[in-house]
């Protein structure tokens, strides 16, 4: 199943963080704020790899600069602990979970994204 969801392109499970955001009153803009924030993206590069259709390990591969405060996101996704997630672009794609969570749990987006 991890092989599966590095081959799933990353705009095709866009539309559902979205969804999820906005079945709980928060916006595209601030699911995209949550990636630019992580991944050091801009909307213009966001836009980009949205039309281009990369996978997730392409996504992250090609990331400006991961935010080094990324790795004070902790908590429980999919019943596993972030933080104690080996394999890298895993955790890489768990931290982005755990933050659309957060988000959609309505979290204030300053603490969402570690300010």
């Not at 935010?67 to 890298?88: L, M, Q, S, W, Y």
Request: aromatic share 8%; glycine share 6%.
């Amino acid at each position: 199943m991890t092989h599966r969801i590095y081959s799933t392109s990353f705009a095709s499970v866009y539309p559902l963080y979205v969804a999820k955001a906005r079945k709980k009153g928060r916006t595209q803009g601030e699911v995209d704020a949550v990636i630019l924030w992580l991944t050091g993206y801009d909307e213009g590069q966001l836009e980009a790899h949205l039309a281009a259709k990369p996978d997730f390990e392409t996504f992250f591969a090609q990331a400006p600069a991961m935010n080094p405060a990324r790795e004070r996101i902790t908590g429980v996704v999919c019943g596993v602990r972030v933080e104690a997630v080996a394999e890298p672009l895993m955790r890489e794609i768990r931290y982005l979970d755990k933050l659309i969570d957060e988000l959609a749990k309505g979290r204030p987006m300053e603490k969402v994204l570690r300010a």
